[in-house]
């Protein structure tokens, strides 16, 4: 683990931030890096991150085990981490753009004997090919972060959920002022090694109108993430296109 780690510190030092954009600073990060980043971590990634997304990622399963609806569609389901804490009601569908953590996530299907998942599939978040309405529920976890295109993330969630269906994200988010959002400004320069962006504001994946209407709670006991949901049938698709 400790040479998976040097390896990120040292290509985070060779790393150049590019020109932000209105909602902060953003490295370039596209899906080829986020394959190498998480070619990188698979094999540690329970170590390493497990522990630190065990409340974000506890409190979004929960969320999703009260909601109505059984088709639930986990995006970035990673290496399976959420998958043994869902009700047996729901039935699950996890995508992932990592191959190497998909490898891990089936063998944790196979391992616990989780029979309500139904796929594990390799896909791209914000360009899938389910059919319009396919799910109930769609679960991103540690997701809007990670995808070159945080809206078109959006954009294809509110295609594939059914209307009156359910959109919930976790994710850390950057923090407007202060040392914690000085310090994850500092981090941006880390983007690519890490796969994710520290600086991400909320602002980047919502846009105003379902900022209003989301319910976006605090993760305790520290707050670093946050749990957004977003009602299907209160969300307006934009009439611009998505870049």
């Known amino acids: ?21 209105k909602h902060g600073p953003r490295v370039a990060l596209d899906a080829d890096a986020v394959r190498a980043a998480y070619r990188r971590w698979a094999g540690v990634y329970d170590t390493v991150f497990g522990g630190i997304s ?6 979004a399963v929960a969320a999703v085990n009260r909601l109505p609806g059984s088709r639930v569609l986990e995006v ?3 290496t399976g981490l959420a998958l043994p804490h869902y009700t047996a009601n729901k039935r699950i569908t996890g995508i992932d753009l990592s191959s190497d953590m998909l490898v891990r996530a ?16 390799e896909m791209d978040a914000e360009d899938t090919r389910f059919a319009d309405g396919s799910f109930d529920i769609a679960v991103a976890m540690f997701v809007a ?43 941006a320069r880390a983007s690519h090694s890490l796969g994710w962006h520290p600086d ?21 006991p520290a707050g670093l993430f946050t749990l957004v949901t977003l009602e299907r049938e209160a969300i307006s698709v934009p009439d611009e296109k998505v870049a």
């Open 1 to 21: 683990m400790s040479e998976v780690l040097q390896r990120v510190r040292n290509e985070s030092a060779e790393s150049t931030p590019q020109e932000g954009d």
């Open 54 to 59: 065990t409340f974000g990622r506890k409190r």
């Open 76 to 78: 970035g389901v990673g």
């Open 106 to 121: 089936r063998e944790r299907v196979r391992r616990d004997h989780l029979s309500n998942v139904d796929a594990l599939l």
């Open 145 to 187: 972060s990670v995808v070159p295109h945080p809206r078109k993330l959006l954009a294809e969630l509110k295609r594939v959920v059914r209307p009156d269906g359910y959109i919930l994200f976790v994710n850390h988010f950057l923090a407007p002022n202060g040392v914690r959002g000085a310090i994850e400004r500092g981090m």
């Open 200 to 220: 991400f504001a909320m602002e980047a994946l919502l846009p105003p109108e379902d900022m209003a209407r989301a319910r976006i709670e605090p993760v305790p």
